[in-house]
DNA sequence: TATGAATGAGCGTTCATTCAT
DNA sequence: CATGAATGAACGCTCATTCAT
């Protein structure tokens, strides 16, 4: 699935990878930006240091990447790629289901995701930085927005008064609370246990403002206590 | 109030400000320091141009800070300084109040001191990267645990079977979601609307994650399906 | 005499001189630039290179000058003034006289110029091409313009029809005559021979197309042959 | 016709080319070698851009030169030549003309061989700072040198004290002066004037120091005053 | 033989830091 | 103490040249 935004000419590979020779080459370089991000940090990488880590030279590095900036911005890309694909992935699988186990995959899909190679998702949240990223987050964000939204939709058991602004706050919270989870260098166990907890949290976040489906007649007439006062906020605002 | 980890000293203000003089100097430079970060960036920010803009000459910031990395250091840690006080100020000023304000005013005070001045916000989250953060960033942590730990425990309506897990992952998602919320540059509209969200689903989780006090006795009888599973989450970690 | 064309400023020196120090730092790396160029050529020419030879860090360098272009350009904008500077003095020394020594004193002038330091001139000559030079010789061209049309129109025994294509001509025929000679690398003695010849050339052509003056009623009456096809070369034009 | 003096070995062609394909390519390289100076100047003048601009690989251009510097110093013979092969044939057209149609035909032949296609001219004035072209101009410069002396040689209508230094300085004159009009980048209409004022310039240096030839003994008894002093200027050298 | 991807020395330029004034 | 000119290591990037295919 294309990206809505295309990004900047000048911020994509300079060669379009045609043999395996060039991919090769491509993965090693990618693979080594992360390995130098990670043992320098961003401000101490240089294109050199990459370039020998990828076992090539400068000149092969500048053939793939203009400049320094495509070299994260394809990285990052990359990235955010692999994640909306994963993401979509879960959506798919999860149409129809209720909207519990809906929350529960989203949360363990992302979690998953960014906890796997912990090191590397720190490396690229640090890299930001060398980033006019605005695109490829908006772009990325676009993307997992339509996703959501979609199997929301799908939801048997649920539906929304204003489920553009419920998706949007759920997807923050998500991406939010792991990244913060992850900046606090939580031990493992502890991590899970957030983990959980955000699980629970979500899901209790859309039982309260989700409207009795068509299928659940009775509780339209019982509101909870909480459900009010969301379905006002929505209103409200 | 000290902060419990000391941080390394190198990092600190060669000199501490004991004159009006030097306290306007050091404001001066902060500003600046912030002023240029908004206007370049964190990559193009350059200790003569933040000398230029404070209006005093490099070597006399090298007085104050020895290092480029000393002065972001120090930036960041009063800011961090400033809100965990408004964090601490809001929870001293919501002790027995019920749990539902209690979170209210948390995600309020949070997003308000996010969002007064976003670009110096921005600036702030950018600049990050500079710096061996990690430190700063968990005294922070730590203050505004114990902080909201300690108003949570004076809930008049509410205890928690691990306060710890629930505190945690309640400012994970507070502290997550504005950054996401700020990331994604949504309208100000939009914003409000998440903010309110964001309140429902905190509110939501506590109520879910509550056990019934002993103030009310009633709902320990009655558990919701979603405190079943809460309670049971928690228990399993 | 200030020039027509100011200079783009992002050629200019960063900082004028304001103290001797600084004035001699300046004359230093000027002086080098031309060993450097001399030595290696302009192609081999390097900041680095300069700077060494100057005994002051690139660094230095570049506050004084914002790049590279910038060092050429001043260099040129430097010599062509001390140049120009050098013909209107000539021409003013030579308001008056009669049109032959006018032609020789000029001669002799940009002659000297040209040949006492040779090596800089051959070294000028060749660093001209790193530059966008068109405005820098476009004001010297036309400062001298203006001082030698001035003279010959103050010469008693002659006036022109066209003095400003003749006088345009004559210029060219001057710089470019020099220049080729030098191209040539002539020894010294042959040199003097041309020098000598340009002048006699200078002269014949400004004998053939002048107009008989006021003070030679004479002449007037019997144009030789060479005169009349000069009038009729311009008045075709 | 071959130069007089061999150029350094590994400044030619390493192929000579011996069939039409080769011609093709050299033409090609050639042809680009001058599109590539006049678009982007000697500076950013790359062996790729010129490779891909004539339709070929690097690796074949540098089969045909085997460096950079080499490509300029056939581009320059090449061009030299076709000059040099230019003003013979006037030279050869003229023997036996007077003096003055002489003149007149060279400068004629000269400045339109440099006007015809300005921009290549320009474009090879500036290449020439790649090089190492004392040899190449002096090569060219015997050649001119020996064509048009014999030229004047057998002018029926005048003879010489010296035709070798007035030859030299005649030559440094035109080829001087076109140079430096070039550079001052004239409008057509004043490039035309100064092209008519040179030949008359040329002319009236012809005549001033020509001896009166055995076919016109009468001008022998009575030279004019520009002829003596012209005379005693060459007898003094 | 032609190709063009790969090489890496070397360039122009920046900027944190020092220290003479 | 304050200043800001001077420093020079280090960076991003280019491009002449080579050589495996």
New interface residues.
């Given amino acids: 699935m294309p990206m809505e935004t295309a990004p900047p000419r000048h911020l994509t590979p300079r060669r379009r990878p045609r043999q395996a020779r060039a991919t090769a080459t491509l993965d090693a370089i990618f693979e080594a930006t992360i390995q130098v991000l990670i043992a320098v940090?961003?401000?101490r990488l240089t294109t050199t240091r990459v370039a020998e880590r990828a076992g090539v030279s400068v000149g092969t590095m500048y053939q793939y990447f203009p400049h320094k900036q495509a070299l994260f911005y394809a990285l990052n890309e990359r990235y955010l790629d692999a994640l909306a694909e994963r993401v979509e992935g879960t959506c798919r699988a999860m149409q129809g289901a209720p909207i519990g186990q809906m929350v529960e995959a989203l949360v363990a899909t992302y979690w998953s995701a960014k906890t796997e190679r912990p090191e590397v998702t720190r490396a690229l949240y640090?890299s930001v930085?060398?980033l006019d990223n605005?695109a490829l987050?908006?772009a990325f964000?676009r993307r997992v927005d339509r996703a959501t939204a979609e199997m929301f939709a799908s939801a048997p058991d649920a539906t929304f008064a204003?489920l553009q602004?419920?998706n949007?706050?759920l997807?923050?919270?998500i991406?939010?609370?792991?990244?913060?989870?992850f900046?606090?260098?939580?031990p493992e166990?502890?991590g899970?246990?957030?983990k959980?907890?955000?699980?629970?949290?979500?899901?209790?976040?859309m039982?309260?403002?989700k409207l009795p489906s068509h299928e659940s007649e009775a509780a339209k007439k019982n509101p909870s206590p909480?459900q009010e006062?969301?379905l006002a906020?929505?209103g409200?605002?």
Same sequence: chains 1, 2, 3, 4.
């Fill in positions: 940090g961003p401000n640090r930085v060398e605005g987050i908006d964000a204003d602004t419920v949007l706050t997807l923050a919270s991406f939010g609370t792991v990244r913060s989870a900046e606090r260098n939580l166990l502890q899970e246990a957030v959980r907890q955000l699980i629970t949290m979500c899901r209790a976040y039982e309260t403002v909480g006062a969301a906020g929505i409200k605002s």
